[in-house]
T-cell receptor
Framework: SQTIHQWPATLVQPVGSPLSLECTVE??????LYWYRQAAGRGLQLLFY??????ISSEVPQNLSASRPQDRQFILSSKKLLLSDSGFYLC????????????????FGSGTRLTVV | KNEVEQSPQNLTAQEGEFITINCSYS?????LHWLQQHPGGGIVSLFM???GKKKHGRLIATINIQEKHSSLHITASHPRDSAVYIC?????????FGAGTILRVKS
């Protein structure tokens, strides 16, 4: 069965420190991978998505970057965290095959709550 | 622009009440999700809909394609139902999320 692992669950980091959040998928190959962020009081917003190794699309300009070094690994990074980077980060994957009506196949990680102090 | 609007933003109910949360979206979606976010932040997928109605226990989700509207109903609500409920519409291969409805069920 397909599973998605995201860690850590919570993280407190000082301003200016680097960040690395990792997400891995099991039980499928060539998934579409996504990073979302939920700022306080707001809905989840798509940050990055990837359709294959080394292929990253950015939806929102920000202080973050993403990388996909392996087929089932998606990493969210920052060289220097800002206070505004605090929030809830969620990784998700979906099937790479064509989606027909009613097909979604999205599976969500458990999320990482990041607090920048 | 692909948007998802949810209402109400906050909802407080007494235990046992019937609860409805609404979600409106733009044209061109291929599916709609209802998600539950627990106080610790973890997200659980409740339903994925493309038409009609789905039911799981005390939860019912409906979608009206013509009206571009979906509802999540909770029957016989219980304090353990307290959470944030989020609808998300699938536009192409990307999910667009509503802002969420914070539900609190009091005993």
């Amino acid at each position: 069965s397909q599973t998605i692992h995201q860690w850590p669950a919570t993280l407190v980091q000082p301003v200016g420190s680097p960040l690395s959040l990792e997400c891995t998928v099991e039980g499928t190959s060539n998934p579409n991978l996504y990073w979302y962020r939920q700022a306080a009081g707001r809905g989840l917003q798509l940050l990055f998505y990837s359709v294959g190794i080394g292929q990253i699309s950015s939806e929102v300009p920000q202080n973050l970057s993403a990388s996909r070094p392996q087929d089932r690994q998606f990493i969210l990074s920052s060289k220097k965290l800002l206070l505004s980077d605090s929030g809830f980060y969620l990784c998700a994957w979906s099937s790479h095959r064509g989606l027909g009506w009613g097909e979604s196949g999205y599976t969500f990680g458990s999320g990482t709550r990041l607090t920048v102090v | 622009k692909n948007e998802v609007e949810q209402s109400p933003q906050n909802l407080t109910a007494q235990e046992g009440e019937f609860i409805t949360i609404n979600c409106s979206y733009s044209v061109g979606i291929s599916a709609l999700h209802w998600l539950q976010q627990h106080p610790g932040g973890g997200i659980v997928s409740l339903f994925m809909l493309s038409s009609g109605k789905k039911k799981h226990g005390r939860l019912i989700a409906t979608i009206n394609i013509q009206e571009k509207h979906s509802s999540l109903h909770i029957t016989a609500s219980h304090p353990r139902d307290s959470a944030v409920y989020i609808c998300a519409a699938l536009y192409g291969n990307k999910l667009v999320f509503g802002a969420g409805t914070i539900l609190r069920v009091k005993s």
